[in-house]
T-cell receptor
Framework: EPEVTQTPSHQVTQMGQEVILRCVPI?????FYWYRQILGQKVEFLVS????????KSEIFDDQFSVERPDGSNFTLKIRSTKLEDSAMYFC??????????FGPGTRLTVT | GQQVMQIPQYQHVQEGEDFTTYCNSS?????IQWYKQRPGGHPVFLIQ?????EVKKQKRLTFQFGEAKKNSSLHITATQTTDVGTYFC????????????FGPGTSLSVIP
């Protein structure tokens, strides 16, 4: 069964540094999401991406965040200048034909 | 702002007992999806409900979507230890379909 992969599984970075989180969605899918989940809390919508454009973004997704699909397969989330409160699990989701979302295993981001 | 609430936050049941989690949205939804997240894992898609009053069953799981498309429930009959995890509802907003709001989840523990 096709699955979504994410790298790295864990990223530790210092406050103010840039990080890039990578996702490889399911091939043939055109619609993707990024979410974050602070430990023990709910899944928070960050951004949806369709046809190589952002289709919707949340209030959390400010100018420090950006998304790209640089090569037609990878899907990246960049945080330009990380803050302590950016520490969370970041999930990528790839959307199937019936709008069901297939989540990747996540990247745990720790900002020190 | 748009909110999706879930109750209860936690539920501890004896194996074999039934379990229900309820989801309520502050606004009308286009559809609602349910996900299960095992401890340390990622959300896994269970089902999507689209029509007002819709009821769907998956083995011991029964899902309902309210007539006003603002609430939903998940009922598990005769829980098993494999049902342990957090159950999230997630709604696509009627006003902005690409934006998905997750509920805070109900964490289910099953005592063998």
């Amino acid at each position: 069964e096709p699955e979504v992969t994410q790298t790295p599984s864990h990223q530790v970075t210092q406050m103010g540094q840039e990080v890039i989180l990578r996702c490889v969605p399911i091939s043939n899918h055109l619609y993707f999401y990024w979410y974050r989940q602070i430990l023990g809390q709910k899944v928070e919508f960050l951004v949806s991406f369709y046809n190589n454009e952002i289709s919707e973004k949340s209030e959390i997704f400010d100018d420090q965040f950006s998304v790209e699909r640089p090569d037609g397969s990878n899907f990246t989330l960049k945080i330009r200048s990380t803050k302590l409160e950016d520490s969370a699990m970041y999930f990528c989701a790839s959307v199937g034909g019936s709008y069901e979302q297939y989540f990747g295993p996540g990247t745990r981001l720790t900002v020190t | 702002g748009q909110q999706v609430m879930q109750i209860p936050q936690y539920q501890h049941v004896q194996e074999g007992e039934d379990f229900t989690t309820y989801c309520n949205s502050s606004t009308t939804l286009s559809n609602i999806q349910w996900y299960k997240q095992r401890p340390g894992g990622h959300p896994v898609f269970l089902i999507q409900l689209v029509k007002s009053g819709e009821v769907k069953k998956q083995k011991r799981l029964t899902f309902q979507f309210g007539e006003a498309k603002k609430n939903s429930s998940l009922h598990i009959t005769a829980t098993q230890t494999t049902d342990v995890g957090t159950y999230f509802c997630a709604g696509h907003m009627k006003t902005s379909y690409d934006k998905v709001i997750f509920g805070p989840g109900t964490s289910l523990s099953v005592i063998p």
